[in-house]
């Protein structure tokens, strides 16, 4: 049984503790910022492990193995990038 | 006790996702953010292969070394194609996100206008009521016959409102939308977590969204519009030659005389915009800047909010030609001074300086805050050819008595002058 209430409640905090941290960002740093936000948001990573890596019928975890490979690429891709980015800003 | 372990590794890989945007603040503290961005995922993915019901590790490894194998060549991309990068990759799943991008790419077939029709909102809203409507029918009844059927038509609505929904936003507000974009990311994780009872989904997927909500809510500040306008108002449907009252001409100035008039100057302001990007102008500018910084010209970059593509387009193409981000200031902080400024150098912008925004009521870019360029004393414009820019407004800025154009592509015009400064710096 899933507890949707502190889910909720969880999601709520971590929206507000979001706008506040976003809030402070420079704005120089936008483009990084999205590239950042985007690799985070393949967070999504923890799921597919446990769809392509459980015992479930193969057709599921071919499509987990799929989307794993998916966000991997997201993960990888965006913070090298990110980092790229961020190599580049010189005070002077 | 693999139980605790999970747990412990979301809280620690949450708190490591708040450092990571924390250090985002300042560009001294930002790689720190990402090393801390890079150990909060390896402890969500570590955790979560330890449990106990992961059993095929072969297909884990298979696919996590194929992602490294596609995505470390992708973040090789030049950085002019970062928003296209963005707007793909991140979105895979949302076919709003193929239609922006081949709108970014300037893809043939895909009109550049925003495309409206009578009736628009109308139709959208019915598509997506038809798929909200087959949704609750799945979820109440999954066994029926009919199910799977209903389930194609969901995922089919779903794309043709996705396309739909993008084809009447102009490419002016591609950074509104590419932020939204960005934020559904994340949402989508949020429900991913909600659905698997699994809290980093939760908190990460929520520390992404709120982002993408900041980002798209300062880029419809800086437009002067609200956020149902940008994704359900179509912008830029041009009220025809508004100024055909009096058609003034375009003067030309040559690159001597440009160059003349940098050289002279005390303050010089470059305003750049998405056409310094596409001709990859960025290190002539700096040979510019250089150039004139050599001769005790203060430069200074004024950075529109809504400048290029995507966020922070412009600072990153600056960063990238190794500008110092000291030289590089806000609209806000530079509009007071434009007065004091002997010359304005625009490099490929054209809404964010046009002065119809001020006063012109019928104008689509009415009320959008724009940096003031004509009020500097001189203002020099470089542009690609003689058509109106992204949003198709004619922009009065050009005909202003105390502007010189010159034509060409970018990166030509201001080698052109890096070219004649250089030569000519031995004669002074």
């Known amino acids: ?92 | 006790m693999t139980h605790a372990i999970a747990q412990l590794a979301a809280v620690l890989a949450t708190a490591l996702f708040i450092f990571s945007l924390h250090w985002m603040n300042d560009p001294k503290t930002a790689r720190r953010g990402v090393i801390a961005g890079v150990t909060a995922m390896l402890v969500a993915v570590g955790a979560t292969w330890v449990q106990p019901e992961i059993v095929h590790h072969g297909w884990i490894v298979l696919a996590i070394v194929a992602g490294f194998i596609v995505g470390v060549p992708l973040s090789r991309v030049p950085l002019t194609a970062v928003p296209q990068r963005t707007a793909l990759l991140g979105f895979l799943t949302f076919t709003g996100s193929l239609m922006a991008t081949g709108k970014l790419q300037e893809v043939n077939w895909i009109p550049q206008r925003p495309v409206t029709y009578p009736g628009q909102n109308f139709v959208n809203i019915g598509v997506l009521a038809i798929a909200v409507a087959l949704g609750v029918l799945v979820v109440v009844q999954p066994t029926a016959a009919w199910s799977a059927h209903a389930f194609l038509t969901i995922v089919g609505l779903a794309l043709l409102f996705g396309v739909l929904l993008i084809i009447p936003i102009g490419g002016a507000d591609m950074p509104t939308v590419i932020s939204i974009l960005n934020s559904y990311a994340g949402l989508s994780a949020v429900a991913m977590g909600f659905v698997l009872n699994n809290k980093l989904l939760v908190t990460a997927g929520a520390l992404d969204g709120s982002s993408g909500l900041i980002l798209s809510i300062i880029m419809c500040r800086a437009m002067n519009r609200s956020f149902t306008n940008v994704l359900f108002g179509a912008f830029g449907t041009v009220k025809a030659a508004a100024v055909a009252g009096e058609q003034k001409e375009w003067k030309e100035e040559t690159v001597e005389g440009a160059a003349q008039l940098l050289e002279q100057a005390r303050l010089v302001v470059i305003i750049p915009g998405y056409g310094m990007a596409v001709a990859q102008a960025q290190h002539r500018v700096r040979e510019l800047y250089d150039q004139l910084t050599k001769r005790g010209v203060t430069v200074k970059f004024a950075i529109h909010p809504v400048a290029g593509r995507m966020p922070g387009h412009m600072n990153v193409l600056l960063a990238e030609a190794d500008i110092p981000y000291t030289a590089l200031v806000e609209m806000d902080e530079v509009n007071p001074e434009m007065p004091q400024c002997d010359v304005a150098l625009v490099i490929g912008a054209n809404d964010v300086v046009n002065p119809a925004a001020r006063y012109a009521k019928d104008s689509p870019i009415y009320g959008m805050p724009i940096i003031d360029a004509d009020k500097a004393r001189t203002v020099l414009a470089i542009k690609r050819s003689k058509k109106p820019g992204f949003a198709g407004i004619d922009n009065e800025l050009y005909v202003q008595d105390n502007t010189w154009m010159l034509f060409g592509d970018a990166k030509a015009v201001v080698g052109d002058l890096v070219k004649q400064l250089a030569g000519g710096s031995g004669l002074h």
């Open chain 1, 1 to 92: 049984m899933i507890d949707y209430w502190s889910m909720l409640f969880v999601f709520v905090l971590a929206t507000f503790i979001g706008l506040g941290v976003i809030r402070r960002v420079s704005r120089l740093l936008y483009t990084p910022l999205m590239s950042l936000t985007n690799a985070i948001s393949a967070i999504a990573v923890v799921g597919s492990i446990v769809v392509t890596g459980a015992d479930y019928p193969t057709p599921i975890r071919v499509l987990g193995a799929v989307a794993l490979f998916a966000s991997t690429t997201n993960i990888v891709s965006g913070f090298l990038i990110t980092d790229r980015m961020l190599k580049m800003f010189k005070k002077q």
